[in-house]
């Protein structure tokens, strides 16, 4: 199976939103977990609000069962995750939705997109959740 045909599986069974659905299920207290490497959050900025989850550890972070998880995270929060473009997100949400997280999707063009949308940005360089 070749990478694009694993990212269109993966997206097969993800509800993906555009940057404004993201920020209304941010406003409306969805997790929104960045991805991202440092390098890109510190020169791009990030999200206001957003949790920084290494990729090595997020299925850690977003097992709603896990005692590692992010605290308040349950099977029913809305978790949207975010990387540069919208590809290793799919990837990422395919992944916490197989953990139970029923309502886990990505942004739709990655941070990327929703900085050109003109949606609050803050600098980045926010350390990851250990």
Not at 23 to 34: I, K, M, P
Not at 111 to 129: H, S
Request: charge should be negative; aromatic fraction near 4%; charged fraction near 25%.
């Amino acid at each position: 199976m070749s990478a694009e045909e694993m990212l269109a599986r993966a997206r097969e069974h993800l509800v993906r939103v555009d940057p404004e659905q993201a920020e209304a299920l941010r406003t409306a207290g969805a997790f929104v977990v960045d991805i991202r490497p440092f390098a890109n959050r510190s020169a791009e900025g990030e999200i206001p609000g957003s949790v920084v989850v290494e990729r090595i550890v997020l299925e850690w972070r977003l097992d709603p069962l896990g005692e590692h998880r992010l605290p308040g995270l349950t099977e029913d929060s809305a978790v949207v995750i975010l990387c540069n473009e919208g590809y290793a997100s799919s990837l990422a949400a395919r992944d916490a939705r197989e953990l139970g997280l029923r309502n886990a999707t990505d942004l739709i063009g990655g941070f990327r997109a929703w900085k050109a949308a003109g949606l609050p940005v803050i600098a980045g360089g926010t350390p990851a959740v250990p």
